[in-house]
């Protein structure tokens, strides 16, 4: 069994910026990709970026040059750098890890205001 906790959610300005964590424990074996999905209201969950076991990277076109993904694999912990944050990333950010399944976070709040 694997449990996903993730941090970092809450309410920023618009402009502002704010860091997502999402450390992995459990039985983990062996993690491959770790990625964020968000979920705005009335809307379906989408893609935001994801980051290989090798450090490569790939972001939505809405979020490219403002968020950044990284992580520690010591750690089993995937991060999401946010800067210039925008009232349309408001929504509910969800990690997601591959390992010999798919595994799924409980969702943060990340609330922008104008």
């Known amino acids: 069994q694997v449990q996903l906790v993730e941090s970092g959610g809450g309410l920023v300005q618009a402009g502002g910026s704010l860091r997502l964590s999402c450390a992995a424990s459990g039985s983990i074996f062996s993690i491959n990709a770790m990625s964020w999905y968000r979920q705005a209201p009335g809307k379906q969950r989408e893609f935001v970026a994801v980051?290989?076991?090798?450090?490569?990277?790939d972001y939505a076109d809405s979020v490219k040059g403002r968020f950044t993904i990284s992580r520690d694999n010591a750690k089993n912990t995937v991060y999401l750098q946010m800067n210039s944050l925008k009232p349309e990333d408001t929504g509910v950010y969800y990690c997601?890890?591959?390992?010999?399944?798919?595994?799924w976070g409980q969702g943060t709040q990340v609330t922008v205001s104008s």
């Open positions: 997601k890890v591959v390992g010999s399944r798919v595994y």
């Open positions: 980051i290989s076991s090798g450090g490569i990277t």
